[in-house]
């Protein structure tokens, strides 16, 4: 078999052709008076007209039969065969089709529509020019792409050789575009946030820093964009969402990824029970709209999102799934103590809210595959959410957890400025005993919310992870186009 290094020289040498015979290979522009979808649709009066058409689009594969070559030829819309025949079109490009396009070319055709004896539906080619000469073949003249790094890396050419990646990010696209238009329709205004941050905050994450020349000042690529949109509950909008990429400099694994999408949006007047209800009815939505049924079938288990979503206490969570009795009382060298027992990992200086996390993420998060809505959380774990007026010791918000995955964190959002700063510094505290994930005291923040910011309800939903499950994948980098990845060996 030959290598991609002489498949490309073969390639060089069949573009040179087109040199020779005074054709450009890469022509400026295109005619194309129809899409192969259109052409296909209106197939039976398109014929019966015996319109002339003009299409454009990537020849797929070539079968040459002495007189006659047949190609498919593929626009994005869909593909079409054509058929090329010797006596059709001028000698010259017949032969010039014949001894110079390769699959992967794109060319433009123009011809009429007819039905072969076998009842397909073909363009008779009545003339052809090149578009653009692909220098390197297809992924399937090398087997394809088997290595998930290889489609990772050269996500391109995994959607032309994979059908099953062209319609994961068609499914994804669709899905941002639905929950924009439900945002809209229920009156959420879209803004935008800075992506450079002077101070992150928003998210309990370690930030990637970089440097402003012009202003000789570090900054922060944002980890979340919730204290900018609780600014603009400041000024005076009700309703704002925003659809951003943020970015956590943590660790990579099968659901987290350091660059990654988030839609966050807040509402005056509201609080976690208000979007608690309105996020089930979103998903079920949601699902009926793009699965266009009420259930996905994520890790062998059928999601239904018809029925009521369960609802469960963080802390009744950990106690069924860890058999420690009474998790909401111990003392954090007791729990320190059970975590250990349990084989739990976790740092010297790691509190009370983290590592009651990491059992929750351990012991009870991966069981929970029915959409489950977990409440009543640790107060210590999340400084900027309102505490639970009967019972201070927790904050009034939620996770919406499916398929093991966690999709959504919403909160009744904190407003007395007062309380903000305690908690602010409270992090301070965990941030000098080595936490780097602890959120620094933003003053200019701060100083927004001392004007005055009306009661809320916040919530994020993680794009990547949604999609995940709507896909059924397995890996998030799967559902990133263009995921940040090691140099392949050699390049």
Same mark, same amino acid.
């Given at each position: 078999?030959?290598?991609l290094?002489e498949?490309?020289?073969e390639?060089?040498?069949?573009?040179s052709?087109?040199?020779?015979?005074?054709?450009?290979?890469?022509?400026?522009s295109?005619?194309?008076?129809?899409?192969?979808?259109?052409? &296909?649709g209106?197939?039976?009066? $398109?014929?019966k007209?015996?319109?002339?058409?003009? &299409?454009?689009?990537?020849?797929?594969? *070539?079968?040459?039969?002495?007189?006659?070559?047949?190609f498919?030829?593929?626009?994005?819309?869909?593909?079409?065969?054509?058929?090329?025949?010797?006596?059709?079109?001028?000698?010259?490009?017949?032969?010039?089709?014949?001894?110079?396009?390769d699959g992967?070319d794109?060319?433009?055709?123009?011809?009429? &529509?007819? $039905?072969?004896?076998?009842g397909?539906?073909?363009?008779?080619?009545?003339?052809?020019?090149?578009?653009?000469k692909?220098?390197?073949?297809?992924?399937?003249?090398?087997?394809?792409?088997a290595d998930?790094?290889?489609r990772q890396?050269?996500?391109?050419?995994?959607?032309?050789a994979?059908?099953?990646?062209?319609?994961?990010?068609?499914?994804?696209?669709?899905?941002?575009?639905?929950l924009r238009?439900?945002?809209?329709?229920?009156?959420?205004l879209?803004?935008?946030?800075?992506?450079?941050?002077?101070?992150?905050?928003?998210?309990?994450? @370690?930030?990637?820093?970089?440097?402003?020349?012009?202003?000789?000042?570090?900054?922060y690529?944002?980890?979340?964009d919730?204290?900018?949109?609780?600014?603009?509950?400041?000024?005076?909008?009700?309703?704002?969402?925003e $659809?951003c990429?943020?970015?956590?400099?943590?660790?990579l694994?099968?659901?987290?990824?350091?660059?990654?999408?988030m839609?966050?949006?807040?509402?005056?007047?509201?609080d976690?029970l208000?979007?608690?209800?309105?996020?089930?009815e979103?998903?079920r939505?949601l699902?009926?709209d *793009?699965?266009?049924?009420?259930?996905?079938?994520?890790?062998?288990?059928?999601?239904?999102f018809?029925?009521p979503?369960?609802?469960?206490?963080?802390?009744?969570?950990?106690?069924?799934?860890?058999?420690v009795?009474?998790?909401? @009382?111990?003392?954090?060298?007791? $729990?320190?103590?059970?975590a250990?027992?349990?084989?739990?990992?976790?740092?010297?200086?790691?509190?009370r809210g983290?590592?009651?996390? *990491?059992?929750?993420?351990?012991?009870?998060?991966?069981?929970?595959?029915?959409?489950?809505?977990?409440?009543?959380?640790?107060?210590?774990?999340?400084?900027?959410?309102?505490?639970?007026?009967?019972?201070?010791?927790l904050?009034?918000?939620?996770?919406?957890?499916?398929?093991?995955?966690?999709?959504?964190?919403?909160?009744?959002?904190?407003?007395?400025?007062?309380?903000?700063?305690e908690?602010?510094?409270?992090?301070?505290?965990?941030?000098?005993?080595?936490?780097?994930?602890?959120?620094?005291?933003d003053?200019?923040?701060?100083?927004?919310?001392?004007?005055?910011?009306?009661?809320?309800?916040?919530?994020?939903?993680? *794009?990547d992870?949604?999609?995940?499950?709507?896909?059924?994948?397995?890996?998030?980098?799967?559902?990133?186009?263009?995921?940040?990845?090691?140099?392949?060996?050699?390049?």
């Amino acid at each position: 078999m030959a290598s991609l290094d002489e498949l490309r020289d073969e390639r060089l040498k069949k573009l040179s052709l087109f040199t020779e015979r005074g054709v450009s290979a890469y022509p400026v522009s295109s005619v194309r008076d129809t899409t192969v979808e259109e052409a &296909l649709g209106s197939f039976d009066a $398109l014929q019966k007209k015996e319109a002339i058409l003009s &299409l454009a689009g990537r020849v797929r594969t *070539i079968r040459a039969q002495g007189a006659l070559i047949f190609f498919d030829l593929d626009d994005g819309s869909g593909v079409i065969q054509c058929l090329l025949k010797k006596d059709a079109v001028a000698h010259d490009l017949f032969s010039l089709f014949g001894d110079g396009v390769d699959g992967g070319d794109f060319v433009e055709v123009r011809g009429s &529509l007819f $039905l072969t004896k076998r009842g397909e539906k073909t363009l008779a080619v009545g003339d052809w020019r090149m578009l653009a000469k692909a220098l390197r073949p297809l992924p399937d003249k090398f087997h394809g792409l088997a290595d998930a790094e290889e489609r990772q890396r050269r996500r391109y050419l995994d959607i032309l050789a994979n059908p099953e990646a062209r319609e994961r990010f068609l499914l994804r696209s669709h899905t941002v575009s639905f929950l924009r238009a439900e945002l809209d329709r229920a009156g959420f205004l879209e803004v935008e946030t800075p992506a450079l941050q002077p101070l992150y905050g928003g998210a309990s994450a @370690e930030p990637f820093t970089t440097h402003h020349n012009a202003l000789d000042q570090d900054l922060y690529l944002r980890i979340s964009d919730e204290l900018y949109l609780k600014r603009l509950l400041v000024a005076g909008f009700p309703k704002v969402y925003e $659809l951003c990429k943020d970015f956590r400099n943590e660790g990579l694994d099968a659901t987290h990824y350091p660059e990654f999408t988030m839609l966050e949006w807040y509402e005056s007047y509201s609080d976690a029970l208000k979007q608690r209800k309105f996020v089930e009815e979103l998903f079920r939505t949601l699902v009926r709209d *793009i699965k266009k049924e009420s259930s996905v079938s994520y890790s062998g288990e059928t999601i239904d999102f018809l029925k009521p979503f369960r609802v469960v206490k963080y802390f009744a969570l950990l106690e069924e799934n860890t058999g420690v009795p009474n998790l909401k @009382e111990v003392t954090l060298p007791e $729990l320190r103590g059970h975590a250990e027992k349990l084989g739990a990992e976790f740092a010297p200086e790691d509190g009370r809210g983290k590592i009651l996390d *990491i059992l929750y993420k351990r012991f009870c998060r991966p069981k929970l595959l029915q959409p489950t809505f977990v409440i009543d959380y640790p107060a210590d774990a999340f400084p900027l959410t309102k505490k639970k007026e009967d019972d201070p010791s927790l904050v009034d918000m939620f996770q919406l957890v499916i398929g093991g995955l966690e999709i959504v964190k919403a909160f009744s959002e904190l407003n007395d400025p007062r309380e903000q700063r305690e908690r602010f510094l409270a992090q301070d505290v965990l941030a000098g005993k080595g936490d780097k994930e602890a959120q620094p005291v933003d003053e200019d923040f701060l100083e927004a919310m001392e004007h005055g910011m009306p009661p809320a309800g916040g919530v994020g939903i993680g *794009i990547d992870r949604l999609v995940m499950l709507l896909t059924g994948t397995q890996n998030i980098k799967d559902t990133i186009l263009f995921p940040t990845m090691r140099p392949a060996a050699g390049r």
